[in-house]
Structures are given as structure tokens and as C-alpha cells.
């Protein structure tokens, strides 16, 4: 049974929603000095990436509606495969800086999709 291109979007903003969550008022030293915020912000990049990467494959036009979904997918494969040598102020840069933009990307898109709920099939 082929996915609801829906859950991919939704899959990916909640993860998004996540990031922004668990790096409220924390500032980068915090971050660094965290194992466990890492991991956790990491881990929700590799199914920000993951989820995008899909949705691609399943609808490249409502993928192509992402800005810099290639970049996204390369971070996600850096995290996954590059796990040695990981640039934490890397991280924490795409947090602050591209994160807010691909929150609002995503909201948009699932509102434009009717998606605000979380569609049936959607990981969370």
C-alpha cells in the first residue's frame, strides 16, 4: 500500500517540531556539553532527512516545494553515515539558522494539503 505523501510532510514536521522543542533556551555550549540533546537532535535530522528522501520518491512536485530538500537529505546522510566526525556547530548552526525556514516550509505545504492532523500511516 503506497504512503499518503501527507505523512511524509507531517513525519518531517514533527521531527522539526522536536529539534525546536528540545533546544528551547539552550545555547550551544549546553548543546556540546549534552550527549544525550545531541543524540536526540541527530536522531531527529536522520527522520527529517529520511522522511523527505522518501517523499520524494514518492511525489517529486510537492518535494520540489522544499527548499534545499538536497541539502537535507545530505545532512541527514552525514549524520547517518558520517557519525565520526560529526560537526556539532554544524548541528547547532542548521538548528538556529535553517530550521526555523523548514518548519514553516513544512506547516505551509501541510496546511495547503489539508495535513494539519496527523494523517493515517504517519510514524507518530
Known sequence: MRRDPKCFLWDARNAADAVAR???????????????????VERQFEIIGEALRQLSQVDPALAAQIPDLRRIVAFRNILVH????????????????ELPGLRGALTALLADEGGSDAPAGSAR
Not at 528540545?22 to 536526540?40: C, M, N, P, S
Not at 558520517?82 to 539558522?97: K, L
Request: aromatic share 14%; charged share 30%; no cysteine.
Open 22 to 40: 528540545f533546544t528551547r533556551d539552550k545555547t550551544f555550549e549546553i548543546f556540546l556539553a549534552d550527549d544525550l540533546l545531541r543524540a536526540a
Open 82 to 97: 558520517g557519525y565520526t566526525a560529526i560537526d556539532h556547530e554544524n548541528v547547532w548552526r542548521v538548528v538556529r539558522m
